[in-house]
């Protein structure tokens, strides 16, 4: 086998953006009419690779731990998105140019304009510029959009500003202004001032209906169409807990100025789970087959202490330590890093960072972010995984009186004597009318101690009780009976907590892309996507030499042999050498080529070409379409397929 | 084998809800908060059908005849629409019902409102009920919603009532309106009486970025993304047509008031092919693989002429008499009736509906749809294919100023003479100065004879020229030379036209369902959804006897080798009856099930029962996974299952 050097040249993002554009992976949509800013179209070979993502999560995470799987509405109704929060807190804050009107996002603001003061600080001190990529928190991770310029800042203004910048997630809109102001903050494209901040809810609003009396918006994730069908779901599991819903969907943010590719757009496929878990059990049964993953953590003390340093550690240990919250919640984190791993993503560029307190949403009880490195955006948050707590059942379950609960049969019922109160309705209801509720609802609220002294008094003659809205009602003493009696419970009531592994596949799809690019080492502009077989596009690109009729029977032979083997195929006839073929292939991320030619035609043979390596074998048909079958559905690797077949050096030179 | 009577008890539509409701294939969407009009959640069930549906769909389509898979943004911005004129034209007419608000459709009301007064004459007139669902035009389909009283009507009153329905298609909103007027049509359910019909356009509408400065759409379609990517296709296909991209998306109508299930809804999923195709040669290179294919065709002729007679006939025959316009068109016609066969649509209730001149939109030259016979909407269009011309590229194209052409190499260069005009760049410009466009466009608009003139015309001197406008320039002899040229041209630039099918995923799902639905001979409360393996949420259905630890290990042995065999099956160790449970999965439209009792863990055997016969066969755990691993990947049929497998008789009691 050939050596491979995949680092011989840096990475170009120059090319690299060239390559995908070149191919069409993706692309501005609507680029004719001179495009929308965070929208993008899939292309071919950018359709293929998320649809291959995609039935690899469904192969992963549904079919292997038999999930149920939905399929919800985008369109939402107002109430839904009011209950669950999203409609009084799905905002960022923006600010406007006082003189050109641009609109930007105010804590990218500040935190850009500091960014390059401190850039320039720096150049001022002489040292080398610092990869601001690199930063920690995740919302530092944006490109750097701000030119520096070189000038020293005084070292307590350079403490204060890094202060900012950790705390950055921390300011509220009104504190973001303040700072503007006190550092004299202005958007550094135009020079002018900008307004104070405002809130802008990332919601996209439509009306339901010809009449518009259904005001609705565009989910910005999945989650809520999981928790509004959970009786059904539970029902079809049988009444049982834990079960794992899944689903997977497109899903609308209205960023207010999304500048970096597919890191921040505003219409995107996810990948959601919401596993429903008893509050007081959260062990997960195939927690043993995951203890031993190691994996690389960023936990919350550690950030909170001004620092990035991860440790390595398994999962085992970590949920021993109480690092991670619970089994349940480690056992997820262990699964998606082995999802990411699978499809390609390098493993020493992805790490799990925690939220920290005042970062996670106030009713999770813990939270941890797959960050995979990458050149425009650091590291950058690609799958969230939340301890939601009982947060979003209980909402829903109190907007729409709906009981959103497990019911379980206890193995002991538990007894219990207490006071109880028995009404002789009819005396009551003559008495009370329309008041019966509030009367009733004032006795219901006492407690046991309550209960009995209301006895005393009704032993002693009429007596008065105080609704919750503060009106006296005069009870009798035929009216109530109390006494204390037995209850026996059988059943257990509870609302489930939920674990949310939700993965954004537009992130993961980007960094998957740049860390399969390299060049060539003998050509700096052959590019190379080494995408593994399981996601990549195309799995094998059959060349016959020529687009002439008499290869034409091989290789409608070979497409419909590898079709039938389930292996995805395509046939490049252009009217070019196959090395150019090779290479537009290479840049498609297609790992196999075979070549059909003359000496196939009269011998039955067939070159198999693997892209990395541009190692070329050669053996019968049948023996090279049994080979890269293998190599494809996973059985066997490239080294096993050259201990099958002898190298040929026949075509090696025409690349 | 057993023998299965499905037509024992007549398709009842109560029943066949119930099932779907109770094992969760779909249900009102928001349920909890009440529930909005025509948006459902598809469950475990339904989702999987739907994407066992989309993978076939895949395999079928877009790899089977490799098309170019895209995956475009759903919000799309105003312009897009109104080039494609969408935003003047995707509406229906609504009415207001005057009293209580109600708003409905203005068509729909009409024919509601006839057909009962029509069902009513027929029964005063000792008719039995008539089946109104069998009608056959595409507009006449939904349920019937409007209850009729046994009036007779004067014979001339029917006459016009039939006449009205039978060109309702072909009526604008005020034509209507005056319907409405003359014949006293008021709604139904208020007796109130509705105000003039308005537009209604059925496009979502909302708004992209922060400030609302890009007024945006949900697609009602996903064709549009297609178009607008075109020339980025092209170059991806080598420069090179035929070639066919296709999509899966959702997509989104506001429509006015849905009411007929899933084959009326407001968000929906399309999947959808766009053949872009040299309009000089439509000739298709597989079509002799479909030639032979049996159709069954309404064309428009005989709809025209009032009839809803079909006939049975080759494509081939179609094409070659002109009923189907072209190869292409009727090798997609082809490949739909193939793939609705495959997926389970009974193949007696299809049938290919020609559109009428008047229905067809203006620039399509031949459309036709598939059409699937349902209890709920009769003949129900669940497939377009249609010759869309040229249509959408050239008005995108008028749109941006963008050609969206294909440029051909042609093999012998046109060569023709002709008189051109060449300028004095330098005297032009300092004489008209900003009017120089308007100058050269006033000769460009000049035809070879009007050219020869204006050259006879500057050889006397001084002359003038007609702008666009109106405005007239003097042109002097030495600013102009014209002269005849001789022009070579080797490239042929041409827009292609487009050939569309186009499906409705939910529509279609909604009548494989129906069709697949029948009772037990013994048992009409014993539903069973006949799906076949192919699309089947679950093919395997895997029951060990009880929850008992012992068969721990064997299930899960079986399950891991159908899983690694490719095969999705599902353990149900519910506490109830294997009879129960098999029921239940006859419910689901699980084809097979395997059972694990004390003789598998003692001798390794397990049985096999067959869904529909209830056949049970037993064999090796060995042998039984291999038998159902080639019934569901399509190798084997049942009767070769039981040629194979020895009957069990064991169990069958137990059901």
Tied chains: 1, 2.
């Excluded at 379950?397 to 019911?407: D, I």
Aim: glycine content about 8%; aromatic content about 8%; proline content about 4%.
């Amino acid at each position: 086998m050939s050596a491979v050097n995949k680092t011989a040249h840096a990475f170009d993002k120059t090319r690299f953006d060239a390559l995908l554009n070149r191919r069409f992976f993706y692309a501005p949509a609507f680029e004719i009419y001179g495009g929308i800013a965070g929208l993008y179209d899939y292309g071919p070979p950018g359709s293929s690779l998320q649809a291959n993502i995609l039935a690899e999560w469904r192969r992963h995470f549904i079919v292997e731990e038999s999930m149920l799987e939905l399929d919800t509405t985008i369109m939402t109704p107002a109430p839904v998105f009011e209950a669950s929060g999203h409609v009084a807190r799905f905002a960022d804050w923006m600010v406007k140019d006082t003189g050109n009107g641009e609109v930007l996002r105010a804590d990218h603001l500040v935190k850009n304009v500091l960014e390059a003061r401190l850039e320039g600080d720096r150049e001022a001190r002489g040292a080398a510029p610092v990869v601001v990529a690199a930063a920690d928190d995740k919302k530092k991770k944006k490109k750097k959009q701000v030119k520096s310029t070189a000038v020293k800042l005084d070292d307590a203004v350079v403490a204060e500003y890094e202060s900012i910048l950790a705390q950055l997630d921390n300011y509220s809109g009104p504190e973001l202004g303040g700072l503007m102001r006190t550092h004299a903050i202005t958007n550094p494209t135009s020079g002018n001032p900008v307004g104070e901040p405002q809130q802008f809810n990332l919601m996209f609003a439509s009306s339901i209906g010809p009449t518009g009396q259904h005001p609705g918006f565009l989910r910005p994730e999945t989650a809520q169409g999981h928790f509004l069908n959970f009786s059904r779901l539970l029902e079809f599991n049988n009444g049982r807990v834990p079960f794992a819903s899944a689903q997977i969907g497109r899903t609308f943010r209205n960023e207010i100025s999304p500048r970096a590719g597919l890191l921040r757009v505003r219409e995107f496929t996810m990948a959601e789970i919401e596993h429903f878990v008893d509050p007081l059990d959260k062990t997960h049964p195939r927690f043993s087959e995951v203890a031993d993953v190691e994996l690389v953590l960023l936990d919350k003390y550690v950030q909170a202490a001004g620092q990035t340093t991860t440790r390595t550690m398994t999962v085992g240990a970590a949920v021993a330590q109480g690092v991670i919250a619970n089994e349940t919640l480690g056992y997820f984190i262990a699964r998606i890093y082995a999802f990411l791993l699978r499809i390609g993503i390098d493993g020493r560029r992805l790490r799990f960072r925690q939220h920290m307190a005042n970062e996670m949403a106030h009713y999770a009880a813990d939270c941890w972010d797959a960050e995979i490195q990458n050149s425009v955006g650091g590291w950058t948050e690609c799958v969230g995984c939340a301890d939601r707590a009982a947060y979003d059942l209980s909402v829903h379950s109190a907007k729409t009186g709906q009981a959103l609960v497990v019911r379980q049969a206890l193995k002991d019922p538990v007894v219990e004597e207490r006071a109880a109160a028995e009404w002789d309705k009819k005396l009551v209801g003559k008495t009370f009318k329309g008041e019966v509720g509030a009367v009733s609802g004032a006795v219901d609220a006492l407690d046991e101690a309550g209960l009995m002294r209301l006895k005393g008094e009704l032993a002693q003659g009429p007596t008065t009780i105080k609704s919750a809205e503060g009106k006296e009602f005069t009870i009798e003493p035929g009216m109530l009976t109390i006494e204390r009696k037995t209850f026996k419970t059988s059943i257990r009531e509870f609302t489930p907590n939920v674990i949310e592994p939700s993965f954004g596949i537009g992130r993961i799809l980007y960094c998957l892309l740049e860390h399969s690019f390299w060049s060539r080492e003998q050509d700096v502009e052959r590019g190379v996507l080494s995408l593994p077989a399981v996601v990549a596009p195309t799995k094998v690109l059959i060349v016959p030499l020529s687009a002439r009729a008499e290869f034409d029977p091989l290789v409608k032979e070979v497409s419909l042999r590898l079709r039938k083997a389930g292996v995805h195929a395509r046939v490049d006839d252009s009217n070019t050498s196959i090395g150019k073929r090779y290479s537009r292939n290479d840049e498609l991320g297609t790992p196999y080529g075979v070549t059909l030619d003359f000496a196939s035609v009269q011998n039955r043979t067939m070159t198999l070409r693997e892209r990395d390596t541009m190692d070329q074998r050669i053996g019968s048909i049948d023996d090279v379409i049994a080979i890269v079958t293998e190599l494809v559905l996973g059985g066997i690797d490239w080294t096993e397929a050259c201990r099958r077949l002898p190298a040929y050096d026949g075509v090696q030179a025409v690349e």
